[in-house]
């Protein structure tokens, strides 16, 4: 890859950063094991080494479980890379409350820079009034379905959430399974319990702790809300043994019409490309709930990835270089085209490169959204993300109450670990 060492993700790959010489810059990210992923990185690499032939990377690529552990080990033994892929929220705060984050702010005002960012998305990269990272794209969570299925059956749409549990009594009746889930990694029935807590009693609660809001509280309706995820359960909505299964078995499941509808996010578009033939992709937003307290139109979306700069970075001025590359309409559109992601840079996440389907959940669904909740176990401190985890775990296979649920999760938050 030119001037560009690669030192792939693996057995020989190193925990700890090398101090990069001048005109050399360590560069880690989790862009590997998925193709579309790959292929962006892989384009966006190799152009920069185009148009800055004289800076070096040495590259570390890892998946995203294995690439959060070393991340967070090269940074606890005082060893970090340069520049780095990471999360916003919790994970990144981590780094920021640690003094080890290169504060962005002088840069980001510098050339428009800054203003290139949707404001709301890099407010999610800020902390106490500063940037410590840039965000990278935008995920929102909707409802995916086959629309040849649906029409096959006669099942139609449902606008309230009464009429998606009549639904999905009517399709578990024809044999099929209501709702693909795979929760073998805990976070993909999150999108049940905040879209519930969402619309019974509103946008900005897990932020509202994060932000140490003294008025900061789940309230009664977080009990409600995992009360309706059990309900789910119970009524064997969801496929058999789902707490074990990976989300790539619950996608399959979906895509061979085995499963009808998926909770899941933007990234579902990318997903589905290798689905059968005659399959055609629909959405629809999370539905009403009766007698809601929430704004019944907000959407679920957050940042979902940020790229950031160690505060120990020997050549900050090339590190900025990079960002501002990686985070160019240029590169942005690449990343919408191939990833089939919003990004959180102004116009970069076209028609053209998005396609109909994202396209239309950008400009009509989060356009008229009243609020963009970010992701609770994003947001989170890393502790309190661990018990949200467990404890809807533990909800969905009966091992604990809903009421105990919510209260562990509550207190973890207020513990602010």
Same mark, same amino acid.
């Given at each position: 890859?030119? $001037? ?61 479980? &294995? ?26 705060? &981590? ?31 800020? !902390? #106490?009034?500063? +940037? ?9 969570? *909707? ?22 549990? &009549? ?8 044999? %099929?399974?209501?709702?693909? $889930? ?43 809300? @995992?009360?309706?995820? +059990?309900? @789910?359960?119970? !009524? ?66 957050? *940042?979902?990835?940020?790229?950031? %700069? ?11 270089? @990079? ?22 840079? !102004? ?13 239309? %959940? ?5 356009? !008229? ?41 509550? #207190?973890?938050?207020?513990? #602010?670990?």
């Amino acid at each position: 890859m030119g $001037l560009k060492r690669l030192l792939i993700a693996g057995a020989a790959m190193m925990l700890t950063a090398l101090p990069a010489a001048a005109g050399e810059l360590s560069f880690w990210h989790a862009y590997a094991g998925q193709q579309d992923k790959v292929d962006f990185i892989n384009f966006a690499l190799d152009e920069f080494a185009k148009a800055h032939p004289d800076i070096k990377l040495d590259v570390v690529a890892a998946e995203q479980s &294995a690439y959060k552990t070393k991340l967070n080990t090269a940074m606890a033994s005082g060893n970090p890379p340069d520049v780095f892929y990471t999360l916003p929220g919790g994970f990144l705060n &981590a780094f920021v409350n640690g003094g080890q984050m290169y504060a962005l702010d002088a840069d980001l005002a510098r050339d428009g820079w800054g203003s290139s960012f949707l404001e709301s998305a890099l407010a999610q990269t800020s !902390k #106490d009034g500063h +940037a410590y990272a840039v965000p990278v794209d935008v995920d929102s969570v *909707v409802f995916w379905y086959d629309k040849a299925l649906f029409a096959e059956k006669g099942w139609t749409v449902p606008s309230s959430y009464d009429e998606l549990l &009549a639904l999905a009594e009517t399709i578990k009746g024809e044999g %099929i399974v209501p709702f693909a $889930l795979g929760n073998k990694d805990a976070w993909p029935a999150t999108f049940w319990f905040q879209y519930l807590e969402m619309r019974l009693k509103g946008s900005g609660v897990v932020s509202a702790f994060v932000n140490k809001d003294a008025k900061a509280a789940l309230g009664g309706e977080a009990t409600k809300a @995992l009360e309706h995820v +059990a309900e @789910l359960s119970s !009524k064997g909505y969801f496929p058999i043994g789902f707490n074990g299964m990976g989300d790539q078995e619950a996608n399959m499941l979906f895509l061979n019409g085995q499963a009808a509808m998926m909770l899941n996010g933007t990234w579902q578009i990318g997903a589905s490309a290798d689905a059968p033939e005659g399959f055609e992709l629909g959405y629809f937003a999370f539905p009403a709930v009766k007698d809601g307290a929430g704004d019944q139109s907000d959407v679920l979306a957050g *940042v979902a990835a940020t790229f950031g %700069i160690s505060q120990k970075a020997e050549n900050k001025a090339d590190a900025v270089t @990079l960002l501002k590359f990686l985070t160019s309409s240029q590169v942005m559109t690449k990343y919408v085209e191939l990833r089939k992601t919003m990004v959180t840079v !102004k116009d970069a996440t076209t028609e053209a490169a998005a396609g109909p389907v994202l396209f239309d %959940i950008s400009s009509k669904l989060m356009a !008229k959204a009243g609020h963009l909740d970010p992701f609770y176990d994003t947001a989170m401190p890393p502790a309190a993300t661990n018990i949200y985890y467990t404890s809807l775990q533990g909800v969905l296979d009966g091992s604990v109450p809903p009421a105990d649920a919510a209260k562990r999760l509550e #207190d973890a938050l207020r513990a #602010d670990k």
